[in-house]
């Protein structure tokens, strides 16, 4: 095993390792992966790479199911000193060209059944392919099987960078995000000790690997903490409601717990064995908030992050986690609210833009230096595009993206405040407040509502509940009922979908 102290995020991972046999990563089919098989493993992935030709620096991209083996695929490509570019598994063809042309990795790994399509696309930038299934089986891991565990950690300085994660991009092209060793490591640390994770945790690990939440968030803090996670291939509610007997944590976007709360099986009783529910990734609602403090007892705990960022904020472990807000900035995180025009610091309760600057925050756009330059303050604070305030209390909230702000007739209206007026109201599930094309206004403000099944909620009823407690300006001009909300993976409201169907409402 490696001893030689660096900045790779492998080694600060796994250096030091006092108990190799602990029990790292728990799989449905009953499989037992303890931390010294898990850095074993990765040593033999290691060696396939290197053996194919991947270098220090080189892009590894991945587009393939969740398994361990596509973990392990993550830590040897960071252990090797290559960059780990994951991918959406949505993603078609015709996306794919676009990242990996972007990106011009030397090895692409992706299903086997994809294999002849990518193949194509990987050969135009003189990468080569291999193959991992949703099993876990392929050219990558038989030839694993073969390699030798040993590998020496090639050693990294903190700056040097680890991954590459292409922004989610709802409007214009995606942007690769450039992440170092030390932006990973310093904000998992940093969670474990805020969260208070120890070697007891069991985390139940449901979300995609894509993604920053469940491949740096919810699997770096648990290796760090030396605790175990039961991996998930996908979210099930059944599953989960029974694994909590035995789990004490839960990342999870916020549908996970709209969709937990349906289930009949969710109590006091069966969250009893569990410590922590931790919520991230899209605005979870107030409601939601209450609602499951009141079914489980346990408050869920909101944080707040993106994939330039990491994570940024963070609601207390000890101390209240206030319904809506996302909580205090993480230690060595400095968050501040700004007018977005001039950049000038807004005092307390004010809505501007937030700006974040620490270790946590990524070293810029893949090959889009003006990009980058233009996403960055002078004295190095990061633009996040989210728009929101800090209370007096000191909690960050958030009131949606900048590019969600509607402009009525010159005035700014932000959908959050609509969206909870509306959300208030008896029989409505959630709601998404857009601007739309308006001859007159530039933008007219419309709603788009989800109700309970069999609830008389119309536009009429939406419009007279909101009469009087809106300035005329924010009233929707039209209000539309619909089953539920255009949602991408990570749970997000695609407002941009939203946009497109009604583009033409006010058209004359
Ligand atoms: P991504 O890069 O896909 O992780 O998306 C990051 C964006 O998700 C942020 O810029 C926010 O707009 C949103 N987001 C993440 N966490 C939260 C949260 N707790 N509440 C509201 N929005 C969030």
């Given at each position: 095993m490696n001893t030689i102290a660096n900045a790779n995020l492998f080694s600060r991972l796994f250096d030091g390792l006092d108990e190799p046999g602990r029990l790292a990563i728990e799989e449905l089919d009953g499989a037992r992966i303890s931390y010294a098989d898990l850095i074993a493993r990765a040593g033999q992935m290691a060696n396939v790479l290197v053996a194919r030709g991947v270098k220090v620096g080189?892009?590894?991209?991945?587009?393939?199911?969740?398994?361990?083996?596509?973990?392990?695929?993550?830590?040897?490509?960071?252990?090797?000193?290559?960059?780990?570019?994951?991918?959406?598994?949505?993603?078609?063809?015709n996306e794919l060209e676009y990242f990996i042309g972007d990106a011009e990795p030397s090895l692409v790994v992706c299903d086997p059944a994809k294999a002849e399509g990518i193949g194509k696309i990987a050969a135009k930038v003189g990468a080569k392919v291999e193959t991992l299934g949703a099993d876990g089986k392929g050219s990558l891991t038989e030839a694993a099987a073969k390699a030798s565990p040993e590998f020496t950690t090639v050693p990294r300085g903190n700056d040097d960078l680890a991954a590459i994660l292409y922004t989610s991009g709802t409007t214009g092209r995606s942007k690769g995000a450039m992440l170092s060793h030390d932006n990973l490591a310093s904000n998992s640390l940093s969670l474990v000790g805020?969260?208070?994770?120890?070697?007891?945790?069991?985390?139940?690990?449901?979300?995609?690997?894509?993604?920053?939440?469940?491949?740096?968030?919810?699997?770096?803090?648990?290796?760090?903490?030396?605790?175990?996670?039961?991996?998930?291939?996908?979210?099930?509610?059944?599953?989960?409601i029974k694994l909590m007997a035995r789990a004490t944590a839960l990342m999870g976007v916020p549908t996970f717990y709209t969709r937990l709360l349906q289930h009949p099986g969710l109590s006091k009783e069966s969250t009893r064995h569990m410590r922590l529910f931790i919520s991230g990734?899209?605005?979870?609602?107030?409601?939601?908030?209450?609602?499951?403090?009141?079914?489980?007892?346990?408050?869920?705990?909101e944080r707040y992050g993106m994939t330039e960022t990491n994570m940024n904020t963070s609601n207390p472990y000890d101390g209240e986690r206030v319904p809506g807000a996302v909580g205090f900035p993480l230690p060595g995180v400095s968050v501040r609210v700004t007018d977005p025009e001039s950049g000038k610091e807004l005092a307390r309760d004010e809505i501007g833009m937030i700006e974040v600057k620490g270790p946590n925050v990524f070293k810029g756009y893949w090959r889009m230096p003006d990009k980058t330059r233009s996403e960055f303050r002078d004295?190095?604070?990061?633009?996040?595009?989210?728009?929101?305030?800090?209370?007096?209390?000191?909690?960050?909230?958030?009131?949606?993206?900048?590019?969600?702000?509607?402009?009525?007739?010159?005035?700014?209206?932000?959908?959050?405040?609509?969206?909870?007026?509306?959300?208030?109201?008896?029989?409505?599930?959630?709601?998404?407040?857009?601007?739309?094309?308006?001859?007159?206004?530039?933008?007219?403000?419309?709603?788009?509502?989800?109700?309970?099944?069999?609830?008389?909620?119309?536009?009429?009823?939406?419009?007279?509940?909101?009469?009087?407690?809106?300035?005329?300006?924010k009233m929707p001009k039209r209000v539309f009922v619909v089953d539920e909300l255009p949602r991408n993976a990570m749970g997000k409201v695609q407002k941009n979908i939203l946009r497109d169907t009604y583009a033409k409402i006010f058209a004359k």
């Open positions: 080189d892009r590894v991209a991945a587009q393939t199911e969740k398994s361990v083996a596509a973990l392990v695929l993550y830590l040897a490509t960071v252990r090797a000193g290559a960059v780990y570019l994951p991918l959406n598994t949505a993603y078609t063809l805020y969260w208070g994770f120890t070697k007891d945790d069991v985390l139940i690990h449901a979300l995609p690997i894509y993604h920053t939440h469940g491949l740096f968030v919810a699997s770096n803090v648990t290796l760090f903490a030396r605790a175990s996670m039961i991996f998930l291939p996908k979210f099930d509610p059944d599953l989960i990734s899209a605005p979870l609602l107030a409601d939601t908030h209450r609602e499951w403090s009141a079914r489980t007892g346990h408050a869920v705990l004295d190095g604070f990061f633009i996040t595009g989210d728009l929101g305030k800090i209370d007096d209390k000191g909690y960050v909230h958030i009131v949606g993206r900048g590019k969600d702000l509607v402009i009525s007739g010159g005035f700014n209206v932000y959908p959050k405040e609509i969206e909870s007026e509306i959300d208030a109201m008896p029989g409505v599930v959630e709601s998404a407040v857009i601007g739309v094309p308006h001859a007159d206004f530039g933008e007219g403000v419309t709603a788009v509502v989800v109700c309970n099944k069999g609830a008389a909620v119309t536009e009429a009823s939406v419009l007279k509940a909101l009469d009087g407690r809106l300035a005329k300006f």
